[in-house]
């Protein structure tokens, strides 16, 4: 069955670091884009980073442009996403979702997604 598993979420003070991974199996990875959203209480899912299927072009939501960056391993059917000068703004759970076709933006055209895992950035 399709499951994407999220590791590499944890606490962190304001300025440090993470990367969270994100291992794909049941499906052909390489051929979905891929991308990470998250989710603050109260809030609703938004968008943060994706990667197109061979990873040769990314897209980034304005609050995290040059400070995360999103990456693939097409042979270990694994996205990545390094965080870096974390910001309390950020915390919320993240999540890694699949998908073949649509806007890279937009939560609805995602097909597959993981349990996400949680990001605390203490200032």
């Known amino acids: 069955q399709v499951q994407l598993v999220e590791s590499g979420g944890g606490s962190v003070q304001a300025g440090g670091s993470l990367r969270l991974s994100c291992a794909a199996s049941?499906?052909?990875?390489?051929?979905?884009?891929m991308g990470w959203f998250r989710q603050a209480p109260g809030k609703e899912r938004v968008f943060v980073a994706a990667i197109t299927r061979t990873g040769y072009n990314t897209y980034y939501a304005d609050s995290v442009k040059g400070r995360f960056t999103v990456s693939r391993d097409n042979a270990k059917n694994t996205v990545y996403l390094q965080m870096n000068s974390l910001k309390p703004e950020d915390t919320a759970v993240y999540y890694c979702?699949?998908?073949?076709?649509?806007?890279?933006?937009?939560?609805?055209?995602?097909?597959?997604w993981g349990q996400g895992t949680q990001v605390t950035v203490s200032s």
């Open positions: 979702a699949a998908g073949i076709s649509g806007s890279y933006f937009n939560v609805n055209e995602y097909d597959y």
């Open positions: 049941g499906f052909a990875f390489s051929s979905y884009a």
